[in-house]
């Protein structure tokens, strides 16, 4: 590439999503290490509009995956391609947990307050993966977790008050093995010199 790498540089380049965890749980302290970096993510006006919730409770988990599943599958009823396919049959299994039986899962929530929430909440989620790599702890973006958000029970339990949405659920834990490379498509980039 031409470029020297640095530490930085490199997590950014090896961070992957992990769907296998063991059941090594994730320290608080390690958790507030992940959250802090997620805060130090730049924001819109400085508003910094998130608010997080840190779900280590599995059966909560599971209830919420089960919520979610029935929503993911209505809306890829008509995909065709075969990744869809093949998560259509995941998601059809009873026992499959959207949140992969991860030992936590962080919500992040954003104000409905800020007009720049949804990225300002999804530079906070990315600090986050790549802070937890850093630290030996894999990550996933669950977007499928966000169907939490018609359900008014579940929301309450979680103690989610209707001034904010969810905009990244994630896991996190220590992966069963860590996978491999993934190809990256050469990006389509138009210079002005």
Known sequence: MGVAQNNVIENIITRRSIREYTD?????????VIIDAGVHAPSGFDSQPWFFVVVKNRG????????????????LAEATNEAAIEFKKELAQEDFNIFYDAPVLIIILGSNAAFTTDYDCSLCAENMMLAAHSMGIGSCWIGTGCFIQDNPELLEELGITPDYRVIAPIVFGYAVKEPGETAKKEPEVVWIK
């Open 60 to 75: 909560m988990m599971k209830r919420m995956s089960d919520h979610c599943k029935p929503r993911l599958l209505a809306q």
């Open 24 to 32: 090594r749980k994730v320290s608080d302290e390690d958790i507030k």
